[in-house]
Every structure is written in structure tokens, then in C-alpha cells.
């Protein structure tokens, strides 16, 4: 696997639709499709959606297939645009030649390969079905048979698609479609070899196309402005629908232009190199100087870079902090414009209009997380500091109980003699504990009383990494992730279930082989995670023994890491953490110090010697 690309499959399966997207997608087939389109020689890309309502093509498709086109171009690969009639209009207005005669297509051109991006594909009894179940058949040409026809001959095809319609689509299981609105119905049997599934079709190309860039090793993406202007263009001279709302307007499956923007430079992010690894001076802007503005502009400074800072209230600039420039009152996009980077505070939404513009110019956006790990991972490459190790790295994620699960492993860590920083969301941020500093005196997550304070970075740190956090990471990356649950929060900010956990599950994105994700055994939409990990699954239970992990068997915690079952010690209701009502903070808590190092009767010494101080859940 590649990370900068699982990260991006991660990305575009965005849903904006609420249509359960992430458990459509199938693990690891964007990076497995780009692999195989750079040994193309020709690609015929087919795409076109008729709305029957609007008598018209819709927007998602022939954008995200010029995209995708252009890039396969740059490569040196030929491309060829496959529609039909109605909507030949469309990609006519996008500057191309499509070809609508397709009888000996595949005899006469012979292409490599063949790519659909959200084209209808027949359904078990022959018909085309639009994503409400409506029978499209009349309007819509067979192109399907291209594929069924390239299977044969020995093609290689690739589906894009965003709702279980469309072309590559048979590749995904009956019993996930079922999940989709409509989806039994309306689910096609067209299979390709490699299917990506996105929240938006174009969106899906898009991500193709950034796949082929990091295996290329350069950026093969449109600017902003050129896929502004496409999609103007295939509105006003084309005639194209938005699909959803039936308007003739630039917008895509109900989704404002700013988003597809937005998701254009969220994956260029993954194809660029960082800012932060150029040499020399940049201008930072901070939106917002809160705990984690306050902490960033600190780390930024002491790494010799100029901090402007925007916020909508007032600022009090600390005590030896030079800011370049400081604005109050609300975000312009003129007071950032000449930034070389922004780091976004977890309270600015991702959908704000600031970091719309932000975008828009073409400027790198990243959480104060991702910032101090980026600066942490350059500083270990530098030649003072080559052969030192790096801070091992523990990331604890859930909508509840990570802040106490990473206090409750401080706690046995320190009971061990083994010193451990802890910090993160509601906490010290990741830029303090970097530098020694602690940017508030009255954190919950401080360092406890009598505590020694570190000048430097500590050996070991473990991170409570909330949602907010980890929308914008691109290559944090912690030695062991944790996932304790998931429950219905925030769903103002991420709209479902199935958006909340793809979210959640950007905190291993980045991880491999070597690195280790624990996840809640009892919970499916959890379980299901491990077959994107990378890295080695662990699994953690209240109520029943797992293969490798940890869990509770006649009121003892067991350990079973490499093969040898380990029982740790007994508990009860009174034990460390509650265990009666928080098992999971305590089993992942001894789960992670028995892979950091601590051993099973140290451990057990420590859980008894907390027990006796009541620590809390």
C-alpha cells in the first residue's frame, strides 16, 4: 500500500450525500487502478448521465473525466472521451472530442484500458436505473457493453462511482448496496477489475488522477481556476443539470462549487510537497489564537518562521512573541493571501468560507496536529539531530473516553517508572509538548502534580486526537492508533454515522506494517476498519476473548500480543477506571503500555497500586 494514496481513497469517500460511501468503498483500489493505468498505452474513458427530468447531462462526470483525462495526456498515454448524443453537448463545452459511434470502437482504437466515471450500468434485469430507482433505459445508450466486451477481450476496466448505479459498481457486495437508499433495486451487475467509490463521482477521478501524481512524483492536477471555469462552462454552453437539484447551475449532486474546490487542493495536499519542507523562512498564517493558535505561532517562531494571526476576537499576543501581523474583528482572505501555509484551528469548520478563499489561492491548510507532527518528523531529518530517536507516538480517538483512557495510561506508565507527556484535543496541544512549553496553566491534561517538566521534546507522548483534529491530517502518523468507539456526536459538523467513522479513521491512514491500530472487537462498523489498516490490527473486549489483544475473562484482563496468553491481573467494580462501566479505557490502556515495553507484573503492580488511589474514569 501507499499511504499518501490510501489517504486520498480516504478522502474522496467524503459523503456529502449520506449514502453510506465509506462502507462502499472497497479497501486499496485506487492505489491498485493508478498502478495499473501508468503501463497504459490507450484509455477510453466513458462517461454521461442523462437527467430525465432536466431532458439534460448532469455535471458529475465529464469534468472529473477531463480531469483524469488530462492527467493519463501528461503521461504520455492517449485518451479517448466515449459519450452519447444527449450528452456530447457537455463535453463539446469542456473543449473535447467525444466519440459517440462506438460499433467497432474497441477493434478499431484499441485502447488498454477502459475508465467509467459515473456512467449508468444495467442492472439484473437489463434495465438503467437512476439513483431513485426511476427506469432510465429509454435515454440511455448501452455503453456498458464495452466493458462487458473489454472483460472478454482481456481490457483492463476501472468503475467510478458515487451511489451503486453506476459502471464498476457489480464489483461491490450485494449486501453493502442493500445499505444504500434504493440500493437493491437500482444495483448494477457491470463488475470492473478495479472499482472506486467516491461521494461524488468527480470527486473519484479527481482522486484517480492525484494517485497517478504521487506514483508519477509530480502534481498532475488542474488549478482551482481551471476547474472553476469548466464547470461554468459546462453549464452555460452545454446546457448540464445538476444532478440532485435539476438546476442549471456549477454546482455537483447538490454540492456548492467551494467543495469541489475544496476537495481539489485537499488532494493536491497529498501530492506536494509541505511548505514546511522548504528551507528557510515562511509567512504562517494562524486562524484563530486559541490554546492551539497560542501553541503553533510558539513552535513556528522558535523554528526561526514569520506568524501572522487572525482571529474573529480580540487578541493578547503572549509576552516575546513577534508577530508579522495580527487581525481581529473576523478572516480576510487579503490579510493571508501572501501566507505560505495556514493552520486552521479544530473550531474553524472545514466548510468556512475563509478557507474557501484560502483554497481558491491555492494555499496549503492544516490542523496545529499535522503541523507539529510535519515539524517534528523534519527536525529528526536534520544533521544535529540525525540518530536521535523521535517521540514514540500514541493516538487515542472516540467520541467518548479518550481524554481519561491517555490520563489512566499516564498514570501507569509513571506507576512503572516510565515517564510519558500526554496531551491533545481539550489538552496541551502537540506544538507544547514539542517544545517544552505548556500553553495554559490550568489544562486538564497538564502534567500532574510533582511531575518533573521536560525542556524539549518528551520520549514517549500520547495524543486524545479528536474528529475536529484529524479532517485535515495528511501525514500524521502515531506508532499505535486507537479507536475506542463511536457514538451519535457532532453529526451537526459531520453530517452521519458513516462520515463520523471515515473521519475517525484518518488517524491510522498514514500507518504501516510496522505500526499497530486497536480497535473495540464488539462493534461492526469498527471491526470492519482492520481490512484498511496497513499495520498490525489489535482488539480489545469486555466479553469475549479475542485473537490477539486484550479483554476481561472471569473478572481477569488477559493480554495476548505474540501468540502467548498473559493474564494480567483481577479486577472488580471498585478496580482502576470502573471497569464495570469503562473496560475499554482500562483494556486499551494496558493493551498499549504492555506494547510499549512494560512488562505483565510490573503492569499488574501498577493497576493494584492505582486501584488504591482511586483513580477516576
Not at 473516553?401 to 495510561?409: A, D, F, H, N, Q
Not at 491533545?424 to 491534561?445: A, E, F, K
Not at 489489535?538 to 496468553?565: E, F, T
Amino acid at each position: 500500500m501507499n499511504a499518501q494514496i490510501t489517504s486520498i481513497e480516504n478522502l474522496i469517500a467524503t459523503d456529502p450525500g449520506g449514502r453510506n460511501i465509506f462502507a462502499l468503498a472497497l479497501p486499496d483500489q485506487l492505489r491498485l487502478a493508478a498502478q495499473s493505468l501508468r503501463l497504459a498505452r490507450r484509455v477510453g474513458i466513458v462517461t454521461g448521465f442523462h437527467i430525465v427530468e432536466a431532458s439534460s447531462g448532469e455535471t458529475d462526470g465529464p469534468p472529473g473525466s477531463k480531469i483524469l483525462g488530462e492527467a493519463l495526456r501528461r503521461m504520455g498515454i492517449e485518451v479517448d472521451y466515449i459519450t452519447d448524443e444527449s450528452n456530447k453537448p457537455l463535453l463539446s463545452a469542456l473543449g473535447l472530442s467525444p466519440i459517440c459511434d462506438v460499433a467497432d470502437y474497441l477493434g478499431h482504437a484499441g485502447p488498454t484500458h477502459l475508465v467509467a466515471v459515473e456512467r449508468a450500468g444495467r442492472g439484473q434485469d437489463g434495465k438503467y436505473r437512476n439513483l431513485r430507482g426511476v427506469d432510465i433505459t429509454h435515454t440511455t445508450a448501452a455503453l456498458d457493453d464495452l466493458f462487458l466486451e473489454g472483460t472478454h477481450r482481456g481490457l483492463t476496466t476501472i468503475g467510478i462511482g458515487d451511489g451503486g448505479n453506476e459502471i464498476g459498481m457489480g464489483k461491490v457486495f450485494t449486501d453493502a448496496l442493500a445499505t444504500v437508499n434504493n440500493g437493491a433495486e437500482i444495483a448494477t451487475t457491470v463488475a470492473t477489475d478495479f472499482c472506486i467509490v467516491a461521494g461524488v463521482s468527480n470527486w473519484g477521478a479527481m482522486g484517480l488522477a492525484g494517485a497517478l501524481s504521487v506514483l508519477a512524483g509530480r502534481d498532475l492536477l488542474p488549478s482551482a481556476d481551471d476547474v472553476a471555469r469548466d464547470l461554468e462552462q459546462i453549464v452555460t454552453v452545454g446546457g448540464a443539470v445538476d444532478g440532485i437539484t435539476h438546476r442549471r447551475e456549477p454546482t455537483v449532486d447538490g454540492q456548492p462549487l467551494s467543495s469541489t474546490l475544496r476537495m481539489l487542493e485537499q488532494i493536491r495536499r497529498h501530492i506536494a510537497p509541505s511548505p514546511l519542507e522548504r528551507s528557510g523562512c515562511l509567512t504562517v498564517g494562524i486562524l484563530g489564537y486559541g490554546l492551539t493558535g497560542r501553541a503553533a505561532a510558539k513552535l513556528l517562531i522558535n523554528h526561526g518562521h514569520r506568524v501572522l494571526i487572525s482571529d474573529k476576537g480580540s487578541v493578547t499576543v503572549d509576552p516575546g512573541m513577534e508577530m508579522a501581523g495580527v487581525e481581529t474583528g473576523g478572516h480576510t482572505i487579503r490579510f493571508l493571501e501572501s501566507c505560505d501555509l495556514v493552520v486552521a484551528s479544530p473550531g474553524v469548520a472545514v466548510n468556512t468560507p475563509i478557507l474557501d478563499a484560502i483554497h481558491r489561492h491555492g494555499i496549503h491548510v492544516i490542523s496545529e496536529l499535522e503541523l507539529a507532527y510535519q515539524i517534528a518528523t523534519e527536525t529528526q531529518t536534520t544533521p544535529a539531530s540525525v540518530g536521535s530517536p523521535a517521540p514514540s507516538l500514541i493516538a487515542v480517538t472516540g467520541t467518548i473516553g479518550k481524554r481519561s483512557t491517555v490520563e489512566l495510561l499516564q498514570r501507569i506508565f509513571e506507576s512503572s517508572v516510565q515517564p510519558l507527556a500526554i496531551g491533545g484535543n481539550r489538552g496541551r496541544p502537540l506544538s507544547d509538548l514539542l517544545t517544552g512549553h505548556d500553553s495554559t496553566d490550568d489544562s486538564i491534561m497538564s502534567p500532574p502534580q510533582g511531575s518533573v517538566a521536560t525542556a524539549g521534546p518528551p520520549d514517549d507522548i500520547a495524543l486524545a486526537v479528536s474528529s475536529f483534529q484529524l479532517e485535515s491530517v495528511v501525514h500524521f502518523r502515531p506508532h499505535i492508533a486507537v479507536l475506542l468507539n463511536i457514538a451519535e456526536e457532532h453529526l451537526d459538523r459531520h453530517q452521519s454515522i458513516s462520515e463520523y467513522v471515515r473521519i475517525k479513521s484518518r488517524v491510522f491512514m498514514n500507518q504501516r506494517p510496522d505500526d499497530v491500530l486497536i480497535l473495540p472487537f464488539d462493534d461492526p462498523r469498527l471491526r470492519a476498519l482492520a481490512r484498511r489498516h496497513q499495520g498490525r490490527t489489535l482488539w480489545v473486549s469486555p466479553s469475549q476473548p479475542v485473537d490477539r489483544g486484550a479483554w476481561l475473562v472471569d473478572g481477569a484482563i488477559c493480554v495476548n500480543i505474540n501468540g502467548q496468553v498473559e493474564r494480567i491481573r483481577s479486577v472488580s467494580a471498585g478496580s482502576p477506571g470502573g471497569v464495570a462501566e469503562f473496560p475499554m479505557n482500562l483494556l486499551s490502556a494496558v493493551l498499549i503500555g504492555r506494547l510499549s515495553g512494560l512488562d505483565a507484573d510490573g503492569l499488574g503492580r501498577s493497576l493494584h497500586d492505582l486501584s488504591g488511589a482511586g483513580l477516576r474514569s
